[in-house]
Nanobody, 128 residues
Framework: QVQLVESGGGLVQAGGSLRLSCAVS????????MGWFRQAPGKEREFVAA????????FYADSVKGRFTVSKDNAKNTVYLQIDSLKPEDTAVYYC?????????????????????WGQGTQVTVSS
């Protein structure tokens, strides 16, 4: 079993920055992938970024490249999502998720259905 707890969300003005954290506990293995998703009101949950826990390969949605940065701290079992130049359209609940199965293609990292464990989410609200 894997437990994920997000933190770091809040209310911020457009142009500002936030760093979200996802603390991982329970069974931890070196081969899994940590993903970040977001869900805005009335919209589907969408992929934002992912990082492989073992060697740190990173994957981003095209819509966030250049503003979002995903990273990890193995010693703290924590994954981060740095969001810069925030826009009102970034307003959403941000979720971290753990993918513990092995897939032959990284395309599966972009699909919410591939993930096995989810956190409770953290709200990010960007005012204009």
């Amino acid at each position: 079993q894997v437990q994920l707890v997000e933190s770091g969300g809040g209310l911020v003005q457009a142009g500002g920055s936030l760093r979200l954290s996802c603390a991982v506990s329970g069974r931890t293995f070196g081969y899994y992938v940590m993903g970040w998703f977001r869900q805005a009101p009335g919209k589907e949950r969408e992929f934002v970024a992912a990082i492989r826990w073992s060697e740190g390969s990173i994957f981003y949605a095209d819509s966030v490249k250049g503003r979002f940065t995903v990273s990890k701290d193995n010693a703290k079992n924590t994954v981060y999502l740095q969001i810069d130049s925030l826009k009102p359209e970034d307003t959403a609940v941000y979720y971290c998720a753990a993918l513990v199965k092995t897939y032959s293609s990284s395309l599966y990292y972009y699909r919410k259905g591939s993930y096995d464990y989810w956190g409770q989410g953290t709200q990010v609200t960007v005012s204009s």
